[in-house]
């Protein structure tokens, strides 16, 4: 069963973010079936983006634009221990972020930003809620002899 998602984004002001971001996210069918935190919208303009990041089930984050609020949000976002998406406009990482974007995701002729975000909204949504959680990862088994 499909759960509703409750979805951060997380992105630097410097960016056209309305046009960019907010309108695919907005006009994506898949998208809109979750609580979506935009957070230069007016719902969640005023909140203070910290207990956004701790309420969200997961995290979308766009960095090709560096900014002190977007490091910050970052920082937050990685001691969460939340699932995060990075990626990127431009398909690049500034070298200023690095440290905090272990790796993007990368948008290609046949798959976008909108198409990024809505398979990664579509897997963390058909997980239960025990397996969001549960951050253990399983590489193999060990066979009885």
């Given at each position: 069963m499909?759960?509703?998602?409750k979805v951060?984004?997380?992105h630097s002001s410097k960016i056209d973010y309305n046009n960019l971001l907010?309108?695919?996210?907005l006009a994506s069918s898949v998208c809109i079936k979750h609580e979506l935190m935009l957070p230069q919208s007016k719902n969640y303009q005023d909140k203070y983006i910290k207990d956004l990041i701790d309420k969200a089930d997961i995290i979308i984050a766009e960095v090709s634009e560096p900014s002190f609020g977007l490091k910050?949000?970052?920082r937050w976002a990685l001691k969460s221990g939340k699932p995060v998406k990075y990626i990127s406009l431009n398909n690049e990482?500034?070298?200023k972020l690095t440290k905090l974007v272990p790796e993007i995701e990368?948008?290609?002729?046949?798959?976008s930003i909108i198409n990024i975000i809505e398979d990664y909204i579509e897997y963390y949504a058909s997980m239960s809620t025990s397996d969001l959680t549960n951050t253990t990862i399983v590489l193999?088994?060990?066979e009885d002899k």
């Open positions: 499909k759960r509703r998602l951060y984004f997380i907010y309108r695919p996210i910050l949000e970052l990482v500034p070298k990368h948008t290609r002729n046949d798959k193999g088994e060990v």
